[in-house]
């Protein structure tokens, strides 16, 4: 007898659900700006694996395999600012992005080692948190780009080879200990389609349930062309310093029909913007 893994509830996927029916549940911020603050060099980004390419800075995901303690560093900061869910550094872990680098083969070692790396530090944390495994939407679109980019009309990339980028990148960051799997800056709905696909054919090949969330909108009158219903999405209350996200979450708490529904983000070191340092802060409950 066969087990629907879409269908089971891990304990892991339980606690969150219990917890997001209690409060507010923060997200992490941006991991590109904080890496890009490091400054580093070509070197950081070389190792054996990708010898052969010509070009490796601004992969950055990369650094989970070359830098991991550069990562685990940023990771601990937004712990201590007060996520309650952390990114894994892998928004561009999959074979079509790191085509561009010509590393398409490491897509699911990176991976792999992007939720390995965060999850080492939500270990060592002195609060409970979970681990997202952050799928981005590729470098190449299914709905946008047909008339375009195909000479000869037709789309340079099906829905299958899609499909498949991202089952490498869903099974890789379940390996590595991610908690859930969020599907995040949803611009085409087909590519959408195929993350979800890839991610539930991850999980039947492994055996294993991972709650899957994508970024929507809180508008509800109006959809954004390619993006899935925002009453089946998260809600996104944007960037933001931890002393300034409460009151956008307590406001949202009240707007939003399902509380549960919502995040924050929280961004440390941060004033109003990047370029203004600031000393993280714990914000209490919501």
């Given amino acids: 007898?066969?087990?629907?893994?879409?269908?089971?509830?891990?304990?892991?996927a339980a606690d969150i659900r219990e917890a997001m029916t209690h409060r507010i549940l923060v997200l992490d911020g941006a991991m590109g700006t904080m890496i890009q603050r490091l400054g580093l060099p070509e070197e950081a980004y070389r190792c054996d694996e990708a010898?052969?390419?010509?070009?490796?800075?601004?992969?950055?995901?990369?650094?989970?395999?070359?830098?991991?303690?550069?990562?685990?560093?940023i990771h601990r900061m937004y712990l201590d600012a007060g996520a309650d869910i952390i990114e894994t550094n892998s928004f561009n872990a999959n074979a079509i992005s790191l085509a561009d680098y010509?590393?398409?083969?490491?897509?699911?070692?990176?991976?792999?080692?992007?939720?390995?790396?965060?999850?080492?530090?939500?270990?060592l944390s002195w609060r409970r948190a979970w681990v997202a495994g952050s799928i981005g939407p590729t470098s190449k679109s299914l709905?946008?780009?047909?008339?375009?980019?195909?000479?000869?009309?037709?789309?340079?990339?099906?829905?299958?080879t899609?499909?498949?980028?991202?089952?490498?990148?869903?099974?890789?960051?379940?390996?590595?200990?991610?908690?859930?799997?969020?599907?995040?800056?949803?611009?085409?709905?087909?590519?959408?389609k195929a993350a979800i696909a890839g991610?539930?054919?991850?999980?039947?090949?492994?055996?294993?349930?991972?709650?899957v969330y994508h970024f929507g909108h809180t508008?509800?009158?109006?959809?954004?062309?390619?993006?899935?219903?925002?009453?089946?999405a998260i809600c996104h209350c944007g960037p933001?310093?931890?002393?300034?996200?409460?009151?956008?979450?307590?406001?949202r708490r009240r707007r939003d029909e399902a509380p549960h529904r919502g995040y924050g983000q929280v961004a440390p070191h941060c004033g109003e913007h990047l370029s203004q340092c600031r000393t993280p802060q714990r914000p209490g409950p919501v």
């Fill in 1 to 12: 007898m066969t087990t629907d893994v879409t269908t089971t509830e891990n304990s892991t």
């Fill in 51 to 73: 010898a052969d390419a010509p070009a490796l800075k601004g992969c950055n995901d990369l650094l989970c395999l070359t830098r991991p303690d550069e990562i685990a560093a």
């Fill in 102 to 123: 010509g590393i398409s083969h490491l897509a699911r070692t990176i991976s792999r080692a992007a939720a390995g790396v965060a999850r080492r530090a939500v270990e």
């Fill in 143 to 160: 709905a946008m780009s047909r008339g375009i980019d195909g000479a000869d009309g037709t789309n340079p990339i099906d829905f299958a």
């Fill in 162 to 192: 899609m499909e498949s980028a991202y089952f490498d990148q869903a099974a890789g960051l379940i390996e590595g200990g991610a908690d859930l799997l969020l599907i995040e800056t949803v611009y085409d709905g087909l590519n959408a």
């Fill in 199 to 211: 991610s539930r054919r991850a999980m039947e090949s492994l055996g294993r349930h991972s709650p």
């Fill in 219 to 232: 508008d509800r009158e109006r959809a954004h062309p390619g993006r899935p219903d925002a009453r089946s």
């Fill in 240 to 251: 933001c310093p931890p002393h300034r996200f409460r009151p956008q979450l307590q406001l």
